[in-house]
C-alpha cells in the first residue's frame, strides 16, 4: 500500500507538525487504527500511549462514535450555522451543559483548540470594551501552551512559542514564573506572589488571566498544586478580573476529574474546550463563558459577538461528541484513568531514580518523565517503534497519555518501553 515513492512524495511535498522542510525527521506510514493500536504498514501493530496528542480517549474507532458519523453522514454533513440551527448541535451544547461548571451556560462552537483560544480573548477585549474601560493585556504563565494562531501564541511561553521570530506581530502580554508547587506536594505559600503582584500592578490593564488548570501540557507537561487555582480565582474576583481556562488538552477526564478546574473547585468566567471533544473523530472546539460575560459583550458597540468560523456548528463534528458525551455520561472513564494513574504511579515513579532522569510527574492518566539530555527523537521514536508502542517524545520530555481503554498488560508494554528507553544513553541527543 505504501512504497517509498510515496514516503519520497511526503518527505518532499508535505509539511508535518513542527518540522523541518529541508532535513524532514521520518514518519511512519500508518494504514489502520482499531481501540489502542494504530497499524503500520509494514503489518505491525503499535501500542498508542499517545492518544493522537490527547484527543483518541476511548481509543480509535469507537463503534458509538463511528456510528453517529454514519448516521450524521447521510442526513446533514454540513450546514451553515448562520440562521440556521440543528439537532446535533443542540444536542451536544445540551450534554456539555451537564458536565461543564454550572455558570458556564453560553457556548460557542468553533473548528480547533487554538479558534476556541482566540475566541476566549476576542470575548475578554470586547467584555471591557462594552463596559467602557478598553484593556489590551492578558496575564498569564510561563511555561504555558495555548496554540499557534497569533492571539493564541501571544499567551504562550515566549522562549518556547520564539516570540523573537514574531517580534512585531506579537501582542506583548503579561508573563509571571509558573507555580513551583507540586500537585501532589506541599503548598509553597510563596508561589503565588509573583501572580498576585503582577496582577495588581496592572490591574487596570488586564482584560483577563488565562491558563492551563493543573497540567500545562506542551509548554513542558508540568503539573502544579490546585491551590494556586484557587488563589488565582480569589485574586481575578478581587480585582474584577476575568478568567479564562485552557481545558483544551485537560478536559473530558484526563486528570482524573471531568475537568481539571474540579481539582481546585473552581469555576472559570471563561473555558476552552477541544481535543477529547469528539473522542478524536474530527476537529471540534468551544467556548463556554458565563451569562454575565456573554451579555456584557454583547451590550457593547457591536452589540454582537464579531467571530463566525464557516464550519461552526459542523453537524458531523457535533453528532460524534455528542456520542462522546454519551459514553463519558456512563462514567466508565473514572475507574479507567484511576487504574492508569495508579499503574504509573507503580511503574514511572520509581525511574526517578535513574541518572538520566530529572524528575517523574503523575496525574490521571498523565504520566511524564523528564529527563536531564534532550533525547534523540528520531533514535528513541525508533526504539519504541521496535518495542511495538507509539510514544512520541519531545525536548526532554517521555510522557504517556494513553487512551482510556488500555488494558493492563498494554500498560505494562507501554511503561516497560519508557524505562528501557530512558535508561538507554544512545537514546539521548549528544551535547
Ligand atoms: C492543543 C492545545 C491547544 C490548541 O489546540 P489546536 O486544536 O491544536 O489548535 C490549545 N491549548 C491547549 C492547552 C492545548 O493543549
Not at 504563565?141 to 521570530?165: I, Q, W
Not at 488548570?213 to 506542551?218: K, L, S, Y
Request: glycine fraction near 8%.
Amino acid at each position: 500500500m505504501f512504497s517509498p515513492q510515496d514516503l519520497e512524495f511526503d518527505r518532499r511535498h508535505i509539511w508535518h507538525p513542527y518540522t523541518s522542510m529541508i532535513n524532514p525527521l521520518p514518519v511512519y506510514p500508518v494504514v489502520r487504527s482499531e481501540g489502542v493500536y494504530l497499524e503500520i504498514a509494514d503489518g505491525r501493530r503499535l501500542v498508542d500511549g499517545m492518544s493522537s496528542w490527547w484527543c483518541a480517549q476511548h481509543g480509535y474507532n469507537h463503534p458509538e462514535l463511528v456510528a453517529a458519523a454514519k448516521r450524521q453522514l447521510d442526513t446533514m454533513p454540513h450546514v451553515m450555522f448562520g440562521g440556521i440551527t440543528h439537532e446535533p448541535a443542540i444536542r451536544l451544547c445540551n450534554s456539555l451543559r451537564g458536565f461543564l461548571p454550572q455558570s458556564l451556560e453560553c457556548i460557542f462552537l468553533a473548528d480547533s483548540g487554538s479558534v476556541a483560544v482566540e475566541v476566549s480573548l476576542k470575548m475578554a477585549l470586547q467584555y471591557w470594551h462594552a463596559k467602557g474601560d478598553p484593556r489590551t493585556k492578558f496575564l498569564t504563565l510561563e511555561r504555558g501552551y495555548h496554540g499557534d494562531t497569533f492571539g493564541a501564541m501571544s499567551v504562550c511561553d515566549p522562549k518556547n512559542s520564539m516570540h523573537s521570530l514574531y517580534s512585531r506581530f506579537l501582542p506583548e502580554h503579561i508573563f509571571v514564573a509558573a507555580p513551583k508547587s507540586r500537585f501532589d506536594g506541599e503548598w509553597l505559600a510563596d508561589d503565588i506572589e509573583a501572580f498576585q503582584t503582577a496582577l495588581e500592578t496592572h490591574r487596570h490593564e488586564i482584560a483577563a488571566v488565562i491558563l492551563e488548570p493543573v497540567v500545562q501540557g506542551a509548554g513542558g507537561m508540568r503539573i502544579y498544586h490546585p491551590e494556586y487555582l484557587r488563589q488565582v480565582r480569589t485574586l481575578c474576583d478581587q480585582y474584577g478580573i476575568l478568567l479564562i481556562l485552557d481545558e483544551i488538552a485537560t478536559g473530558f477526564g484526563r486528570t482524573g476529574k471531568m475537568f481539571a478546574c474540579e481539582h481546585a473547585d473552581i469555576s472559570p468566567d471563561i473555558i476552552c474546550i477541544g481535543k477529547a471533544l469528539t473522542g478524536g473523530m474530527m476537529t471540534l472546539s468551544a467556548t463556554a463563558v458565563t451569562r454575565k460575560v456573554a451579555e456584557t459583550v454583547c451590550s457593547g458597540e457591536a452589540g454582537v459577538f464579531m467571530h463566525g468560523p464557516t464550519f461552526m456548528g459542523n453537524p458531523l463534528a457535533c453528532a460524534v461528541a455528542e456520542a462522546n458525551m454519551r459514553i463519558l455520561a456512563r462514567n466508565e472513564w473514572q475507574a479507567q484513568v484511576s487504574a492508569i494513574e495508579a499503574h504509573f504511579r507503580d511503574t514511572l515513579m520509581p525511574l526517578r531514580n535513574l541518572e538520566n532522569v530529572a524528575d517523574v510527574r503523575v496525574v490521571g492518566a498523565i504520566g511524564v518523565v523528564e529527563t536531564r539530555r534532550p533525547v534523540d527523537m528520531a533514535a528513541m521514536q525508533a526504539f519504541f517503534v521496535k518495542q511495538g508502542v507509539w510514544i512520541r517524545p519531545f525536548g526532554r520530555l517521555v510522557y504517556l497519555m494513553p487512551p482510556y481503554i488500555v488494558d493492563a498488560e498494554q500498560l505494562r508494554q507501554l511503561t516497560d518501553a519508557v524505562a528501557v528507553a530512558v535508561a538507554d544513553t544512545t537514546l539521548f541527543a549528544v551535547s
